[in-house]
Nanobody, 127 residues
Framework: QVQLVESGGGLVQAGGSLRLSCTAS????????MGWFRQAPGKERDFVCA????????TYADSVQGRFTISRDNAKNTVYLQMNSLKPEDTAVYHCAAVSRDHPYSAPRAESEYKYWGQGTQVTVSS
């Protein structure tokens, strides 16, 4: 069992930056691929980005490519999401997710592949 806790959300003006953190409980964090997803009001939850368990492979949604960066520190059981050049359309609840993966370069984009989810942190970008 893995518990995920996100932090770092808040209110920011368009063009600003935020860094989200997601800390996992338990051992074996280094065996999990990690992903970030977001859900805006009245919309489905969408993929944002993911990172492989060995920190060597990342993948991003087109809408955030070049603005967001995912990273992880396996020694701290934490995955980060650095968000720059924020836009009002980035406003959403951001969730981190984890799934155990044997393949070291696996970083799933599909919500259905993830087993563990955090409660989410609100990000609001004002225009």
């Amino acid at each position: 069992q893995v518990q995920l806790v996100e932090s770092g959300g808040g209110l920011v003006q368009a063009g600003g930056s935020l860094r989200l953190s997601c800390t996992a409980s338990g051992r074996s964090f280094g065996t999990y691929a990690m992903g970030w997803f977001r859900q805006a009001p009245g919309k489905e939850r969408d993929f944002v980005c993911a990172i492989s368990r060995n920190n060597a492979f990342t993948t991003y949604a087109d809408s955030v490519q070049g603005r967001f960066t995912i990273s992880r520190d396996n020694a701290k059981n934490t995955v980060y999401l650095q968000m720059n050049s924020l836009k009002p359309e980035d406003t959403a609840v951001y969730h981190c997710a984890a799934v155990s993966r044997d393949h070291p370069y696996s970083a799933p984009r599909a919500e259905s592949e993830y087993k563990y989810w955090g409660q989410g942190t609100q990000v609001t970008v004002s225009s």
